[in-house]
């Protein structure tokens, strides 16, 4: 239209030639601009949000919006959806629009992690914690802050004892405990650094991005950007403690928190003399570690399991033959046993393992076999159902008076149920049963309310007649039918389905370690940055292929290693620490995690990049102004 205007005499071919060289030149000039906005960054700044544009990429990177995204263009009923859910989570009026206050929150100072929200309907609830999927297998960690604050460097043990402080609140609350080491390999390491720092995640200056850490299966390492205003004990600047003790929290295994008061909600929160954590950290941190047993309550700790003998008569059915099971739940020691017919199997994190099947008659004294569901509490107390009927146990010693009618222990829960589990988002008791459930809170009276049962498809992806239910040690909820199990995201509430590969998964391959005939891997060369391996600067990593158990990562072809991924492009692996091996288990998708894995390592970067999104969306806009019209009239 443009170009006849300028020549008429020209042809419509003429036209159409002229448009083509056009084009070409307008994207060339474009894609040099947006290229020379990648060149490898020394220092980037995150701007303060001040229009949609700068919104939609701050929503994209605290992970409101798809980043993979960002060079498409988006509806607005995506945006808005986006806005009112970081409303929503930032305690704010829900409006969908881009006003004063929802822009203030954007530009407040926070945590660099990502928010991790659903964006379904059911996700709009209030949560209150979020775990993020992973934990350290010990309770006995060490930390070492290999670099200090520009500003503390004459005052190093200042920063110490913070930090030491940091840890303590969590300490006090959980088994664990924590070491800080000046030599030597440590859990968590934290450090005080700039702009780019060797991670993907470059700082931003002073404000916006205080500080990130990454979680458990991640390394756990902490980093705060040292160009902040630090300070210990003022109201002035930003208060070392408080930011690490939210960092830490991430080191943990804990998401962020939507409960505004929380140590782990995102945005920092001024400095606090007399500081404790919220309930809400509280059960969060307990949901992954437990609760903190002292010398007074010996009556609470956790009995051993009795030890158990070999049982020679126990030839039960094969798991790899036929997966499906009875009933599933995780004791109080942290124990996972799967229980079929009159038998049972202990689950570890690599499979059954070594000496089970055992005769549940054998172990478990008066437990029937062939049981209906199996649930755990979290004061240790397991409950098993059959038939109208329910038995207690503390880990493998039944209690006394049992067993008992499920009308007297469990009212309003029917009889011969399907399944039964502690779902981890609000901590209550649901009992499955043909296509309904039924929700129990022992706090109440009734115990359950009169809107149960309710259907089943309310758990979005979740099949009818389930088997078995429970929430393993990362906090997630999974759920077994016939040969198959399913993950439950908790957070979108629906069925893990874009997860790779998706669910349902085979139970005989990735729970029991069932080898598939048809077993096949592929090999990818991941490029570590120089520096992170114990020698050479990178190594050959088999990750499996995804229809397997078997993606345990591999520094060489001999022996397994440490190899945790710090983002899609950074491989971590420590030779000599079998403990931390990698698992190919149903939380982790390793396959994912390094599906890009041969991009090169420097800082070059463009993802959410302004000038990227601009040129994509100047070039689409040229295309339909001087070429796509013309074309349009003739299809």
């Not at 085979?506 to 891997?521: E, G, N, V």
């Not at 499996?544 to 950074?570: E, K, L, V």
Request: hydrophobic share 35%; aromatic share 12%.
């Amino acid at each position: 239209m443009f170009i006849t205007r300028l020549r008429p005499s020209l042809t419509s071919k003429q036209i159409d030639n002229d448009n083509r060289i056009l084009i070409k030149v307008f994207t060339l000039i474009v894609l040099c601009i947006t290229f020379s906005q990648c060149l490898p960054i020394t220092s980037r700044r995150t701007r303060n949000v001040q229009s949609d544009v700068g919104a939609m990429l701050y929503l994209q990177k605290f992970g409101y919006m798809n980043e993979s995204a960002a060079a498409n263009l988006v509806s607005e009923q995506t945006y808005s959806d986006a806005v009112i859910e970081f409303q929503r989570f930032a305690g704010l009026n829900q409006t969908g629009i881009l006003n004063d206050e929802t822009i203030v929150m954007m530009n407040s100072p926070r945590c660099g992690n990502k928010d991790k929200v659903g964006h379904s309907e059911d996700a709009k609830r209030r949560k209150r914690y979020a775990l993020q999927g992973s934990k350290w297998r010990r309770t006995d960690l060490t930390y070492r802050i290999s670099q200090y604050p520009t500003k503390f460097q004459n005052k190093k043990a200042e920063i110490d004892k913070e930090i030491a402080k940091a840890f303590k609140h969590w300490s006090e609350v959980t088994p664990l405990s924590f070491e800080a080491k000046k030599e030597g390999r440590v859990h968590i390491d934290i450090r005080f650094v700039s702009a780019e720092h060797g991670d993907g995640d470059p700082f931003d200056g002073p404000g916006n991005t205080l500080a990130h850490a990454y979680f458990p299966q991640y390394g756990g390492d902490a980093h705060f950007d040292n160009e902040e205003y630090w300070t210990i004990s003022s109201y002035a600047g930003t208060n070392v403690f408080q930011v690490a003790a939210h960092e830490l929290g991430h080191s943990l295994g804990l998401g962020h928190s939507s409960v505004r008061d929380s140590l782990m909600a995102p945005f920092y929160q001024k400095y606090k003399p007399k500081f404790k954590l919220h309930q809400d950290d509280i059960l969060a941190i307990q949901a992954l570690y437990g609760v903190r047993h002292t010398a007074s309550d010996p009556a609470d700790k956790p009995e051993k399991p009795k030890p158990l003998d070999p049982d020679p008569s126990a030839d039960g059915p094969d798991l790899c033959q036929d997966s499906s099971i009875d009933a599933v739940t995780r004791i109080s020691d942290g124990t996972t046993f799967v229980f079929k017919g009159n038998h049972y199997w202990k689950v570890e994190t690599n499979g059954l393992a070594d000496g089970y099947p055992r005769k549940i008659s054998s172990d478990w004294d008066g437990l029937p076999g062939n049981l209906d569901a199996v649930l755990t509490w979290a004061d240790g107390k397991t409950f098993f159902f059959k038939g109208d009927k329910y038995w207690r146990f503390k880990n493998m010693r039944m209690d006394k008076g049992y067993p008992k009618p499920i009308s007297t222990g469990f009212a309003g829960i029917p009889d011969k149920i399907d399944a039964a589990f502690v779902w981890s988002g609000n901590g209550k008791s649901y009992f499955f049963k043909g296509n309904e459930y039924w929700r129990f809170d022992s706090k109440n009276d009734p115990p359950v309310s009169k809107q149960y049962p309710k259907p089943i498809k309310n758990w979005n992806g979740l099949p009818n007649n389930i088997d078995g239910a429970f929430k393993w040690e990362n906090g997630m909820s999974y759920f077994f039918k016939g040969s198959q199990y399913f993950r439950f995201n908790d957070v979108d509430f629906e069925v893990d389905t874009k997860a790779k590969p998706p669910f349902p998964r085979q139970t005989a391959q990735w729970w029991f370690d069932c080898q598939a005939a048809s077993r096949k891997h592929k090999r990818k060369d991941l490029r570590t940055r120089s520096g992170s391996l114990v020698k050479d600067d990178s190594h050959s990593v088999f990750v499996g292929n995804g229809d397997s158990n078997d993606m345990d990562y591999m520094a060489d072809s001999q022996r397994p290693t440490t190899a945790a991924p710090m983002d899609a492009h950074i491989l971590r692996v420590d030779k000599d620490d079998k403990e931390w091996r990698m698992h190919g288990r149903p939380d982790r998708d390793e396959a994912a995690a390094f599906e890009s894995g041969t991009t090169s390592l420097s800082s070059f970067s463009c993802k959410t990049n302004p000038i990227l999104m601009l040129s994509f969306l100047l070039i689409s806009i040229f295309k339909h102004v001087f070429y796509g019209s013309a074309s349009g009239d003739r299809l």
